[in-house]
Structure formats: C-alpha cells, structure tokens
C-alpha cells in the first residue's frame, strides 16, 4: 500500500475529530494478514479529557450480528438445526404469526402469515420482523408501544423474544428484506438448542476459541476506565455531544438480556482477531472456528433471484448504498461495485454498528479494515464509503 495516499486518509479522518463532528477515531487496515495501517486518534471521553487508546471499548452494536450469525452455523455444522427449519420449533412462540394489513397502531388489521418463519429467513432478515427506532412503517410504532425501542427491555432473553413474538410481521416471511430483530431472535434459538445461557455458548465456542478477552455483553470487571463514552450529532452544530457516559453506560452493568443482534463491547484487538478467522477461512491460530465452505456460503448473496437489497428489501436511512449489496448470512455482499459506485471488489463482505463502526473483508484484495468511533447515528457522516475511496487508492 502506499504510504503517501495513506496520508490522505489520516488527514481526511482527523478533521472530523478536529472540527469535532467525531470524538475520536480509531482504524486498522490489514493486507495478507498483517496490519499496515493503525492510527488512533482524538478522544474516547471529551468530557474527562481522555484520548483514544490501543484498548478502548467501544459499544459494537450491529458488528454483533456476524458474529452471532457464526454460532448458529457452527450448530448448522453439527446437524443441530436445518436453515429450512421453521422458528416456532425451537420458540413455539413464532406458531401462528400475523402479518399488519393495515388499520392504525392502536387497531391493527392483521391476517395469518402465509409462509412460516425459518432460519433462514432470520439469518438474511427476511423474517418480517423489524426495530421500533426504524420509523418507517406502522409496525416500527407498534413494536415502540411495546416497549422495543432502542436498547429498551427489562427482561431475559427467553420473555423478550416471545414478547417480539407476540407482535405482528411487517410482511410474510420470505417476501422483502428488512433490518430488524432477527439476530435477537437467533441469539434465543442459539440458547435453546444448546442448553446453554446464549453469552455462554459463545464464550465457549466463538470468543473464548479467538481469544477475543475483552468482547462480552459488558465491560469486564476492573476495566470499566477503558469504555469510551457514546456520542450524538448537536441539531445546531453537528458537533458530538454526549448521549451516554462512560462511567454511567448500561454497558457497565450486566444486561438485562443478551442481544446477539447489538448487545455487545468489544475491541479493535479483539475484533481484528475476529476478522483474521473470516480472512482465514474460518481457522485462527490452528483453531477451526467454522468451516471453509460454510464461511464461503454465509458470504455469498442470499436474496432471491441474486437480487440487490435496493430491489429486495425497504428503503431504510443509511450511509451505505443498497444499490449493488446484496446480503448472505449475517453480513452483506457486494455484488457490483460500478451498481454500488463506491470503491470496492465483488465478494466483499461487511457489516456496521449503530455508533458509526464498520468493518469489511476483502478476499480478493486480501484486505480488511476495522473502523471505530461512538457517534450514533451511523448514517449521520458518510464515513463508510469514504474510507473506501480512500484506502482503495492506497492499494498498489
């Protein structure tokens, strides 16, 4: 890679710190498995004056659901559940759905969905099912009247899921694309089918085999100063402003459910760790993780016809394109760059969280990249096709 266009990229990331659009930034690029590109710069905390560090926690959110989606094909592997299973065999909660047809949120009109619920269907988030804080349909408003908003439930993970449950589909399952709970509901058939509280079985057979110490649904004992605290854009001056503090954030306290689809903290060390494995195919360290052609199949375009999400799925905000990415099994694919018009390789794989992380894995580059700030939205900045266009045109 060069290093004078890797200069670019420094420059055009620390001006968001400067100007103070971000509190900090943190990237890592790796190229044949070793890293050639690691700068941290700003603040993990404005408040208390404290700057980012080589083992900041950050809150990962949505860079949960990848790695949720690997325990439930290392099951797969095992022959313990089938894709076409259907969900209400391991929730009976899921029998019987209803899909919105219209009427208000108060008096919903609903009918029987006509197709059940599968694996699958949760893996790619074609479940029908959705998240409250999308705004964009009346089902968003039903699940905020029941309490499913962002980071809200008081509950464990078995209740939360049969109360998701108890609320109608956006749309029969198999039929659209939409983000949604899905991977909460997978982190629950994780739990039931192996007997296990689910931060335990991927502790056991995910975290634990990578050596990813510091990545759990909260901060670890002793290590609560590492936590960044988690900021938002100021309506007036698009300057961060702080939404949760470290030393108060919730994600210093055990959860009161484990959510596989954004419920967890991790680290650039840990998730680098994590991206070595999918670089590897599935192996780290001489450990298999998940198998070779089960990775190539998660990474491959699962939605129908080989259709993009842009065509697949509802428009939703965000600040990466739908065009041209499609999705597989708990991350998207790129499909056509020029569709995309963002820099980038066909087989990409890649996927965000919610306070403007990101990360991809390029095979055909040998690339990845881990990107980490705590601003939330993620789709108030482009920062996602920026540092693609820049550290594209490092590449030599």
Not at 100 to 111: N, Q
Not at 368 to 396: D, N, W
């Amino acid at each position: 890679m060069s290093s004078a266009h890797l200069e670019h990229l420094t420059r055009h990331m620390h001006a968001y710190v400067d100007d103070g659009r971000l509190p900090g930034t943190y990237c890592l690029i790796a190229r044949r498995n070793k890293i050639v590109y690691l700068d941290t710069y700003g603040r993990r905390d404005i408040e208390n004056d404290l700057p980012v560090e080589t083992d900041t926690i950050y809150r990962f959110f949505s860079m949960s659901k990848p790695i949720t989606s690997i325990a439930v094909m290392q099951l797969c592997e095992q022959g313990r559940v089938k894709l076409t299973d259907p969900v209400e065999k391991y929730i009976p909660s899921f029998a019987d759905m209803q899909v919105f047809e219209g009427g208000s949120t108060t008096a919903p009109r609903l009918r029987p969905a006509k197709t059940k619920m599968n694996i699958h269907h949760l893996l790619t988030h074609m479940s029908g099912l959705t998240y409250g804080f999308m705004n964009a349909h009346s089902v968003d408003a039903i699940y905020r009247a029941n309490g499913f908003d962002f980071g809200v439930r008081h509950e464990g993970l078995g209740a939360t899921i049969d109360s998701l449950a108890s609320l109608p589909l956006m749309c029969d399952p198999g039929a659209e694309w939409n983000y949604s709970h899905s991977t909460d509901v997978l982190g629950r058939v994780v739990e039931v089918i192996s007997g296990q509280p689910f931060g335990e079985y991927l502790q056991d057979h995910v975290l634990g085999p990578l050596g990813m110490i510091d990545t759990a649904f909260r901060v670890r004992e002793g290590e609560s100063h590492r936590l960044a605290s988690n900021y938002f854009p100021h309506p007036r001056t698009n300057k961060a402003t702080l939404l949760d503090a470290a030393e108060t954030s919730p994600f210093q306290n055990e959860p009161a459910w484990e959510g596989g689809g954004g419920g967890l903290v991790s680290t650039m060390s840990d998730y680098h760790r994590f991206c070595l494995m999918l670089m590897n195919k599935g192996e780290l360290d001489g450990l298999r993780v998940i198998g070779r052609k089960t990775l190539e199949f998660m990474t491959s375009n699962h939605l129908p016809d080989g259709k993009d999400l842009e065509s697949s799925g509802t428009p939703l905000w965000s600040e990466t394109p739908y065009t041209g990415v499609g999705f597989g099994l708990g991350f998207s694919v790129q499909i056509d760059p020029a569709m995309t018009q963002v820099v980038s390789s066909p087989g990409e794989y890649a996927w965000g969280g919610a306070a403007s992380t990101a990360f991809w894995c390029d095979p055909a580059e040998e690339l990845h990249v881990i990107f980490l700030t705590q601003l939330l939205p993620s789709s108030h900045h482009p920062i996602r096709p920026e540092l693609k266009q820049l550290i594209y045109g490092a590449l030599c």
